[in-house]
């Protein structure tokens, strides 16, 4: 499932947010420090995980 993450524009802390691409963007996204709405997404790297073994 992905990871995004975002940074708080109020109390500018950084926190993910784990959710799969159906849900992204359905509900509005609050900071879990302040309880902001005024948050914004930030860059992040992709990962990917499976279950073989290479």
């Known amino acids: ?3 995004y993450e ?8 950084e926190f993910t947010i784990i ?9 509005p996204v ?3 420090e ?4 005024k ?3 930030l860059m992040s790297i992709f990962t990917a995980q499976t279950s ?3």
């Open 19 to 27: 959710q799969s691409i159906s849900e992204h963007g359905k509900n």
């Open 6 to 13: 975002y940074q708080c524009l109020s109390c500018q802390k």
């Open 34 to 37: 302040c309880k902001s709405a």
């Open 39 to 41: 948050v914004k997404q």
């Open 52 to 54: 073989k073994k290479s």
């Open 1 to 3: 499932m992905p990871t």
């Open 30 to 32: 609050q900071c879990p």
